[in-house]
């Protein structure tokens, strides 16, 4: 679904589109803490549209099962010191193509609804549970079979996927489908943030909790970011961004997020004067864990309202939610204080970022 080129808000609010990329059907995220897959996948299947490739609706139960596993062997090994949760960050979904292979959304949608994975977030206390109590039942030697109990229960709820599978009248396990279908790598992709608590263009591992494989991150000053999300929108790409969203300021069902802190927003919200960002600001929020990693979307497009203020295109995953049918609006303040990180195709670079930067390609 692409947003028209003028949509008028219903308090006045009006968006002009500048550039809106291609992107797939809005999806649902249900009941379940995995936007992390949601928003990476979507960015995968704009990558396809990008390189003329047939839409492809892949399924993100797939790739949260496997990732499950990866997370389950991860916490035995290091006797329950780590996270689990059904948290992740985009690259997780990247590797996990890599690692396990990919299935469109028909073969494998998962035991719930069509797009939607509905266990109302117990599956992670299920499987946490099973794993602990095999951690203090063997706190000697942990046996082989571990494995099998945990597969059972999680299979309970996302269903089994299958090894070999049949498509377009050709017969596939994940990895070979994944071979053909989906050309790009993880490491086609860069993680970009912005924080003065590491040197601006050097590469560090983000410290938030979520971030379970040790995803590293590009550090570029904060007016570089935003201008390089800009370029990679206007080259085509689309982004997986990683943001704050807990805040009075993200409104889906109104269409809109703008940054508010208490005092500058007026009644008539979203008809309010955005204060200044700064970069000390969003550090100062960051250090204070008032913005923090709780929602990945997918970054489509570039807008202007009707005062020419720019804002960013953004497609969630909680279904056709608010006037935009999915999509939200999100002014480029609210983007500059409530961003942990954004994922794009290296392609999409502008080259004086990639010159700043030191990639190990």
């Not at 993100?60 to 997370?71: C, G, P, S």
């Not at 797009?115 to 095999?134: G, P, Q, R, W």
């Not at 070979?176 to 040197?199: Q, R, V």
């Amino acid at each position: 679904m692409l947003i028209t080129s003028s949509f008028a808000f219903a308090q006045n609010k009006n968006f002009t589109v500048i550039k809106n990329n291609a992107a797939t059907s809005i999806k649902n995220q249900g009941h379940s803490g995995t936007c992390w897959c949601f928003s990476s996948t979507a960015m995968t299947e704009s990558e396809l549209l990008l390189l003329n490739k047939p839409a492809l609706d892949l399924s993100e139960t797939f790739t949260v099962y496997n990732l499950y596993i990866d997370k389950a062997i991860k916490y035995i090994r290091r006797r329950g010191s780590t996270r689990f949760s059904e948290g992740g960050l985009g690259q997780d979904m990247l590797n996990a193509v890599a690692n396990y292979g990919a299935m469109p959304q028909e073969i494998y949608p998962g035991a719930g609804r069509d797009t939607i994975m509905n266990h109302d977030y117990k599956l992670e206390a299920v499987l946490k549970t099973y794993l602990d109590s095999v951690l203090a039942a063997n706190p000697d030697t942990i046996p082989a079979n571990w494995k099998d109990g945990y597969i059972q229960i999680l299979q309970s709820y996302l269903g089994t996927p299958p090894a070999e599978f049949d498509y377009n009248g050709k017969q596939y396990t994940p990895q070979s489908f994944a071979a053909e279908y989906i050309p790009e790598k993880p490491s086609d992709f860069i993680g970009l943030t912005s924080f003065t608590h590491h040197p601006f263009y050097t590469s560090f591992v983000m410290e938030v909790p979520d971030n379970y494989n040790s995803n590293a991150y590009y550090n570029l000053p904060l007016d570089e970011l935003i201008n390089t999300v800009k370029q990679c929108i206007e080259k085509g790409y689309t982004l997986t961004w990683d943001a704050d969203v807990s805040n009075a300021g993200f409104r889906q069902r109104k269409g809109v997020a703008m940054w508010t802190t208490g005092t500058n927003d007026s009644t008539a919200f979203p008809n309010f004067t955005e204060l200044s960002f700064t970069q000390n600001i969003r550090q100062d929020l960051f250090d204070k864990q008032v913005t923090q990693d709780d929602h990945l979307m997918q970054i489509t497009g570039i807008a202007k309202d009707e005062n020419g203020a720019a804002y960013f295109i953004v497609k969630n995953s909680w279904g056709e939610v608010g006037p935009y049918n999915g999509y939200i609006y999100v002014s480029i303040p609210y983007f500059a204080i409530n961003t942990i990180s954004v994922l794009v195709n290296k392609k999409a670079l502008p080259d004086e970022e990639l010159n700043k930067l030191v990639i190990n390609n």
